[in-house]
């Protein structure tokens, strides 16, 4: 199985910047794409940003276009996500996702137990 593990949350305060990073284990030759969701308190779980794996290919939630860049490092097996011009709503539990079904855009079997993000106005 594919195993997540998420880095670099933290306390920033607004207008700040954080980069989020996602490494994966186990058999990576099977991901197809990658993901960033977020959870912020008292909310449900949305949709981030999206990379597709062999591709480079990526795409975005309206809120945080031109904010936030998801990229990857193919022999690292890592996946992260630049965030710029923070805002307090931006506060959320940051998980990242993998598909190794083919199954397309906000589809995603595994997932990481994610990190903190508090952006402080």
């Known amino acids: 199985q594919v195993q997540l593990v998420e880095s670099g949350g933290g306390l920033v305060q607004a207008g700040g910047s954080l980069r989020l990073a996602c490494a994966a284990s186990?058999?990576?030759?099977?991901?197809?794409?990658m993901a960033w969701f977020r959870q912020p308190p008292g909310k449900e779980r949305e949709f981030v940003a999206h990379?597709?794996?062999?591709?480079?290919?990526?795409y975005y939630v309206n809120s945080v276009k031109g904010r936030f860049t998801i990229s990857r490092d193919y022999a690292k097996n890592t996946v992260y996500l630049q965030m710029n011009s923070l805002k307090p709503e931006d506060t959320a539990v940051y998980s990242c996702?993998?598909?190794?079904?083919?199954?397309?855009?906000?589809?995603?079997?595994?997932w990481g137990q994610g990190t903190q993000v508090t952006v402080s106005s």
């Open positions: 996702a993998a598909d190794t079904r083919l199954s397309g855009l906000y589809h995603y079997n595994y």
């Open positions: 186990g058999p990576t030759a099977s991901i197809y794409s």
């Open positions: 990379i597709w794996w062999s591709t480079g290919g990526t």
